[in-house]
């Protein structure tokens, strides 16, 4: 009698243990039918539209606006990341950290917001410059946290030794770490890129979008999110069709580079 | 340390680095300063009852931010639990159960959903789950649950339960690593040690890898709330742009967010715009509130865990 209890506790708890189990299959199913859901339709709805003119329009303006961004925020972002980097422990930095945590955690709308008032109100006109600046914004603390976590991973021994053989600290940290982090920091970039490319808030305040090629920096200039956003907002369905075909473009874009970042990234750990 | 630095090289290099740092301070205090100066008409002429006020109604030049600040919060919320019950069941999935054959293929999988942008997700909301909100969820919530406020009214697809989900997928790619990271992290000593006292896998995760990884999870699941608050573009897109208050989630509403990227073009008067950068402010302070309450916390609990 007493063992037959003790068998049925047993069986209980094995039980439970199997409808955990498959309570937790469900539990991935959900995480990973979104993804499924959303590239299906992406790319059974933006496949008809592909190959508009106003797809190439916006092409240009994601490549044209991301990269003035970076060019701009690389340097800064992996100096600031260089600079977290240096001042570990310090007290001053933990208030710069704490700035730059703050940076990356802001809603990257209110950037649009001041860049407007900054950069569109004194130059009188929305533009791709002004959406280059707040895209700039946007990847500075994401860039300056990659470089540092890159940094912490893989080179401290690497600058003892320089420091060791007698180089002086700045020697050390651009004659040998910088070019062996060669690699990690255009990941890092890369995937600050992939960020920039699919933002849309700020741009709305700071860039506008633009149906027609933009006549130069200094005017309005469309986005593939930019598009993405005001077609799937249009009641027309053609219009409605363009919003998808953005969105296919966009995703391929993005997937070239995560795909190119990881290959990049597995190189290097080989 | 100081004493080695005895090259001009490195003084000078030091004295870049710091130059970074610098033009970091000066983004913060731009922003800062340009949201408090813009929104300076707002906040003398309303004060506090910009706060409480639950009428927004620029026509009678009525600004309350009160159904921003809530549409804000409940759609967080909703994501935030969504995100943190399915996040959490796939990392220990991932984690305690990793000798299944599909756990590096998921790995990759999630990586890619992380890239995919916020308007993307928008515009899937719009097109595809919010029509079977519309047709499907929320009438069987309405059959099943509608004795509850939370799940009564009229349905109409877009509204707070969508903009929810939707911040619910978001969230998912972090939490999932976050958590699967501490969990990697629990020592196996022990968690070899519950399976030799005969705990079954389910027991080992509830009675020794949960209450170790704890902390953390508390950590990513607040870092998560901050993020959402923020999440401006797909919410936009989903939750209907309607100013109002309402106990259904159902109904549509409206975030700090999102009324700016839909009105802040449209603002014809300066005590207009001027309230929409109060709103951009408020939104400033909430995420900056929730990131150090959420720091400080974990920070309390790793302390009390040290000394423990």
């Known amino acids: 009698m007493k063992e037959e209890l003790f068998i049925r506790a047993i069986k209980k708890r094995k039980r439970r243990d199997q409808w955990f189990f498959v309570f937790l299959l469900v539990m991935g199913f959900f995480s990973l039918f979104p993804l499924f859901s959303v590239l299906y339709y992406v790319v059974s709805k933006g496949w008809p539209g592909l190959f508009a003119a106003n797809d190439l329009i916006s092409v240009f303006g994601t490549l044209e606006m991301t990269l003035f961004a970076l060019l701009f925020a690389a340097p800064l972002g992996i100096g600031l990341g260089f600079y977290l980097y240096e001042t570990r422990g310090t007290r001053t930095v933990t208030v710069i950290r704490f700035i730059a945590e703050l940076l990356a955690g802001m809603p990257s709308i209110l950037v649009g917001m001041v860049v407007y008032a900054i950069v569109v109100i004194s130059t009188g006109t929305f533009s791709l410059f002004a959406g280059s600046v707040s895209l700039a914004v946007f990847v500075l603390p994401f860039l300056a946290r990659e470089t540092e976590d890159r940094l912490i991973a893989s080179t401290s021994t690497l600058k003892e030794g320089a420091l060791a053989l007698g180089a002086s600290n700045s020697r050390a940290l651009l004659q040998m770490v910088l070019p062996v982090m060669k690699r990690p920091l ?85 | 340390m100081n004493k080695f630095r005895k090259h001009d090289s490195d003084r000078l290099f030091a004295g870049a680095l710091l130059s970074f740092a610098l033009i970091l301070v000066l983004f913060i205090f731009v922003i800062i300063s340009v949201l408090i100066e813009r929104s300076w008409k707002s906040i003398t002429t309303f004060g506090f009852s910009f706060l409480t006020g639950q009428t927004w109604n620029p026509l009678r030049h009525m600004y309350g931010s009160l159904p921003f600040l809530y549409g804000t919060l409940i759609s967080s919320l909703i994501g935030l639990v969504l995100a943190t019950v399915v996040g959490g069941g796939t990392a220990i999935l991932l984690t305690q159960f990793n000798h299944l054959r599909f756990v590096k293929l998921a790995t990759f999988l999630l990586d890619v959903l992380a890239t995919i942008p916020s308007v993307v997700y928008g515009l899937w909301g719009l097109f595809v789950l919010v029509p079977w909100l519309r047709n499907t969820g929320e009438p069987f919530l309405k059959a099943t649950l509608g004795f509850v406020p939370l799940f009564s009214g009229q349905v109409w697809g877009v509204g707070l339960l969508a903009a929810g989900l939707i911040l619910g997928i978001m969230m998912l ?136």
């Open chain 1, 186 to 270: 255009l990941v890092a970039v890369l995937l600050g890129v992939i960020r920039a490319m699919g933002e849309t808030a700020p741009l709305i305040f700071t860039s506008l979008g633009n149906n027609f090629w933009p006549a130069g920096v200094f005017s309005p200039a469309s986005t593939l999110s930019l598009q993405i956003y005001f077609d799937a907002l249009s009641p027309y369905t053609g219009v409605q069709a363009q919003a998808w075909a953005g969105a296919l473009i966009l995703i391929a874009m993005i997937m070239i580079l995560f795909l190119v970042a990881r290959w990049i990234s597995k190189g290097e750990s080989k």
């Open chain 2, 173 to 308: 790619p972090t939490i999932i690593s976050v958590v699967r990271k501490l969990m990697d992290q629990v020592p196996q000593e022990l968690q070899d040690g519950a399976i030799a006292l005969g705990a079954t896998r389910t027991e080992k995760v509830r009675m020794v890898v949960l209450p170790y990884a704890r902390v953390g999870i508390l950590g990513a699941v607040f870092l998560s709330f901050g993020r959402a608050l923020g999440e401006t573009i797909a919410v936009t897109m989903v939750i209907g742009n309607s100013p109002t208050i309402s106990s259904s989630l159902f109904q549509p509403g409206d975030s700090l967010a999102s009324v700016l990227v839909t009105q802040f073009l449209e603002a014809s008067t300066h005590l207009y715009l001027s309230s929409l950068y109060e709103i951009g402010l408020v939104l400033l302070i909430v995420a900056v509130l929730f990131h150090s309450v959420s720091k400080f916390l974990v920070w309390r609990v790793s302390e009390r865990a040290r000394i423990a």
